[in-house]
């Protein structure tokens, strides 16, 4: 026999999953609807509305993808991708990494532009890797969140759009929780995800794109063999699962069956976009702004330092170093299994040198920021750092009752 689900009491402060909106939770459990009864698909139309706003466009094409954030990575890469065609990208962080690795898998020619990752690139280093390389593609990440650090895009993004490159880019670490400007900084496709801060459980990827690439998936579309013997195509996309020429004739009117939409998910994502917009965009970015200065305050007050260039630093990831000679895994372990507190540690030359704390949708909040403060302090004291105690959460008292 196996014993019912026993889940813990959590606060998770990392740059992902975040704790779901009760709302969010509360929707999934609702009864389930066939895939095109009329009632699901008006939700669906509405989620499509939703998922524009955060991303600040006014695309026509805006919908989920059933899988994870790196799903939509995928699509969009793939979506474009024939092989041999250039693709470039800037690497200061984690995951550029991965938009390679799924460049390179779908047999593009992939240059890497490579830094460290202190600081996000100079948009002119950038454009002259653009001239020497001359590429069809620029994927690049917004908010890396493997080291907190955030790119300005819309420089890149506009001479992109003059030399006629599709310009892809990942928002996953930054939708809903930081001002995106999607049509401005000329981004062709971005993708986002539901389990940051959207407070929504992982399971989904948010794309949207513009009539640039809608030309291309209109050249590359296939019906799918079942649906049509005739509609053969030898440009088509790579993957069935993931072709967006589909699963945008699945989302519009014309509706042609792709996969069985996991109406739960929906449900929950339309849940999550709708406390988002209720509580007003500019509202939630304040948020977010509010609870990193009270982060920050309370961490500088207890004496530890901030990993990174701090004019360019994400505000939905604080990453701090860990004090010299700590054991940073045990202090990990400790917040989490006497306090309940989640932090995450990093990747890469990063690991055991700096923990990541995260502060996204609905663990964006007060009491979360005080908790870890306190549990982290309480944590480096019995672990004998030499912190300054007593500080931290008065710091980041002060900076909520000055910074309304
Ligand atoms: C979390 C994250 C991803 C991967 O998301 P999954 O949902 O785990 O697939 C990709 N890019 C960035 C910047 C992220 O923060």
Same mark, same amino acid.
């Given at each position: 026999?196996?014993?019912?689900?026993?889940?813990?009491?959590?606060?998770?402060?990392?740059?992902?999953?975040?704790?779901?909106?009760?709302?969010?939770?509360?929707?999934?459990?609702?009864?389930?609807?066939?895939?095109?009864?009329?009632?699901?698909?008006?939700?669906?139309?509405?989620?499509?509305?939703?998922?524009?706003?955060?991303?600040?466009?006014?695309?026509?094409?805006?919908?989920?993808?059933?899988?994870?954030?790196?799903?939509?990575?995928?699509? =969009? %890469?793939?979506?474009?991708?024939?092989?041999?065609?250039? $693709? /470039?990208?800037?690497? &200061?962080?984690?995951?550029?990494? *991965?938009?390679?690795?799924?460049?390179?898998?779908?047999?593009?020619?992939?240059?890497?532009?490579?830094?460290?990752?202190?600081?996000?690139?100079?948009?002119?280093?950038?454009?002259?890797?653009?001239?020497?390389?001359?590429?069809?593609?620029?994927?690049?990440?917004?908010?890396?969140?493997?080291?907190?650090?955030?790119?300005?895009?819309?420089?890149?993004?506009?001479?992109?759009?003059?030399?006629?490159?599709?310009?892809?880019?990942?928002?996953?670490?930054?939708?809903?929780?930081?001002?995106?400007?999607?049509?401005?900084?000329?981004?062709?496709?971005?993708?986002?995800?539901?389990?940051?801060?959207?407070?929504?459980?992982?399971?989904? =990827? %948010?794309?949207?794109?513009?009539?640039?690439?809608?030309? $291309? /998936?209109?050249?590359? &579309?296939?019906?799918?063999?079942? *649906?049509?013997?005739?509609?053969?195509?030898?440009?088509?996309?790579?993957?069935?699962?993931?072709?967006?020429?589909?699963?945008?004739?699945?989302?519009?009117?014309?509706?042609?069956?792709?996969?069985?939409?996991?109406?739960?998910?929906?449900?929950?994502?339309?849940?999550?976009?709708?406390?988002?917009?209720?509580?007003?965009?500019?509202?939630?970015?304040?948020?977010?702004?509010?609870?990193?200065?009270?982060?920050?305050?309370?961490?500088?007050?207890?004496?530890?330092?901030?990993?990174?260039?701090?004019?360019?630093?994400?505000?939905?990831?604080?990453?701090?170093?860990?004090?010299?000679?700590?054991?940073?895994?045990?202090?990990?372990?400790? %917040?989490?299994?006497?306090?309940?507190?989640?932090?995450?540690?990093?990747?890469?030359?990063?690991?055991?040198?700096?923990?990541?704390?995260?502060?996204?949708?609905?663990?964006?909040?007060?009491?979360?920021?005080?908790?870890?403060?306190?549990?982290?302090?309480?944590?480096?004291?019995?672990?004998?750092?030499?912190?300054?105690?007593?500080?931290?959460?008065?710091?980041?008292?002060?900076?909520?009752?000055?910074?309304?």
């Amino acid at each position: 026999m196996f014993n019912e689900l026993a889940i813990p009491q959590r606060t998770i402060m990392t740059p992902g999953p975040v704790e779901a909106h009760p709302a969010v939770l509360q929707a999934m459990t609702r009864r389930i609807l066939g895939q095109f009864d009329p009632a699901f698909l008006t939700i669906m139309d509405e989620v499509k509305e939703m998922i524009k706003q955060p991303f600040g466009t006014t695309n026509k094409e805006a919908f989920a993808i059933d899988g994870t954030s790196r799903s939509g990575l995928e699509a =969009a %890469l793939i979506a474009l991708i024939e092989p041999g065609d250039k $693709v /470039l990208i800037p690497a &200061y962080g984690r995951f550029a990494y *991965l938009l390679g690795e799924i460049c390179e898998r779908a047999r593009a020619e992939v240059r890497y532009l490579e830094k460290e990752w202190t600081a996000p690139f100079a948009p002119d280093a950038v454009i002259a890797e653009i001239d020497a390389f001359n590429p069809k593609i620029v994927a690049m990440v917004h908010g890396e969140t493997a080291n907190g650090q955030m790119q300005p895009l819309a420089e890149i993004g506009q001479y992109c759009r003059a030399n006629n490159i599709f310009f892809v880019v990942d928002m996953v670490a930054t939708y809903g929780g930081v001002p995106l400007a999607v049509d401005e900084w000329c981004v062709d496709i971005a993708i986002a995800g539901t389990q940051k801060c959207l407070s929504v459980p992982s399971g989904l =990827a %948010l794309v949207t794109y513009n009539d640039r690439v809608e030309d $291309v /998936l209109d050249a590359r &579309y296939q019906k799918e063999l079942g *649906l049509s013997k005739t509609d053969r195509n030898e440009r088509h996309i790579a993957s069935n699962y993931l072709d967006l020429s589909q699963l945008q004739r699945y989302w519009n009117q014309e509706r042609i069956n792709h996969h069985t939409e996991a109406t739960s998910m929906i449900y929950a994502l339309h849940e999550g976009l709708r406390v988002l917009l209720q509580e007003g965009l500019s509202e939630v970015y304040h948020r977010h702004a509010r609870n990193e200065g009270a982060l920050i305050a309370g961490l500088k007050a207890m004496g530890l330092n901030l990993y990174g260039a701090a004019d360019t630093k994400m505000p939905t990831v604080t990453p701090v170093f860990i004090p010299e000679g700590i054991d940073g895994e045990a202090v990990r372990n400790m %917040l989490l299994d006497d306090f309940g507190v989640e932090i995450a540690s990093s990747f890469g030359d990063l690991k055991g040198k700096i923990w990541r704390i995260g502060n996204m949708g609905y663990s964006s909040r007060k009491e979360n920021i005080l908790h870890v403060l306190a549990a982290l302090e309480g944590a480096l004291l019995y672990h004998q750092a030499p912190i300054q105690s007593g500080q931290a959460v008065p710091a980041a008292l002060r900076f909520y009752q000055n910074n309304i």
